[in-house]
């Protein structure tokens, strides 16, 4: 258990409202990853951070922004949902600084935007 | 570009039997590679992992991979399945570009006959 803990954990939105999902960590990781499911396409990365203020995007970053303010914290905003966007997501830790490490899963957030 | 391939989309197996679910990675350089398992709406769990050394790798739960260069693969394998073992199984490529994300397969959902 990596102390991942993702919130909320459900939610249900409208098109074209705001939407920001966060994931805490409690174990000072410096890496953090947002990644999205969907059937068929297995995980992939929305977002990712190397640090406080460090953040780039990944494969399917639009639509999408992060901050991350604090080491604790990784936050994912949808600005204006769209129905693609109704996904499982899933943020993650890398436990060390290698590609080689790890990575932790948290217990997700299945949104779905109507 | 990096890549993971699950060829088998659902595999169904009688418990007691044996167990392989394929994987094939397409990656320029040394990979580091990851099965997750992952139950019903539930997180990602590490089985195991390699990225050196002996090449047929032990992780948790029972299971083993053996990486095989020369073939691109990274196939997990179990004796003998139980039926708690079934799951949506997932192979995953680490990239040491984009701050070491994970490149995933599509998954193999396994289904367990009593």
């Known amino acids: 258990d990596a102390g991942i803990t993702q919130s909320p954990r459900h939610k249900v939105t409208e098109t074209g409202t705001p939407v920001t999902l966060r994931c805490h960590q409690t174990?000072?990781?410096?890496?953090m990853y947002w990644y999205r499911q969907d059937p068929g396409h297995g995980l992939r990365l929305i977002h990712y951070s190397y640090g406080v203020k460090d953040t780039d995007k990944g494969e399917v970053s639009d639509g999408y922004s992060v901050s991350r303010s604090k080491t604790e914290d990784f936050l994912l905003t949808l600005e204006s949902a769209t129905s693609s966007q109704t996904s499982v997501y899933f943020c993650?830790?890398?436990?060390?600084?290698?590609?080689?490490?790890?990575?932790?899963f948290g217990p997700g957030t299945r949104l779905t935007v109507l | 570009a990096q890549s993971v391939t699950q060829p088998d989309i659902h595999i169904t197996v009688s418990e007691g039997a044996s167990l392989e679910l394929r994987c094939n990675y397409s990656?320029?350089?040394?990979?580091?590679l990851f099965w997750y398992v992952q139950s019903p709406g539930q997180g990602l769990q590490l089985l195991l992992k390699y990225f050196s050394g002996d090449t047929l790798v032990q992780g948790i739960k029972g299971f083993e991979a053996e990486f095989k260069r020369s073939q691109s693969s990274f196939n997990l394998r179990k004796p003998s399945v139980h039926w708690s073992d079934a799951a949506e199984y997932f192979c995953a490529v680490g990239a040491d570009n984009q701050g070491g994300k994970l490149i995933f397969g599509q998954g193999t959902e396994l289904s367990v006959k009593p």
């Open positions: 993650a830790i890398r436990a060390g600084t290698g590609s080689y490490n790890e990575q932790f």
């Open positions: 174990e000072n990781h410096r890496y």
């Open positions: 990656y320029g350089a040394t990979p580091y």
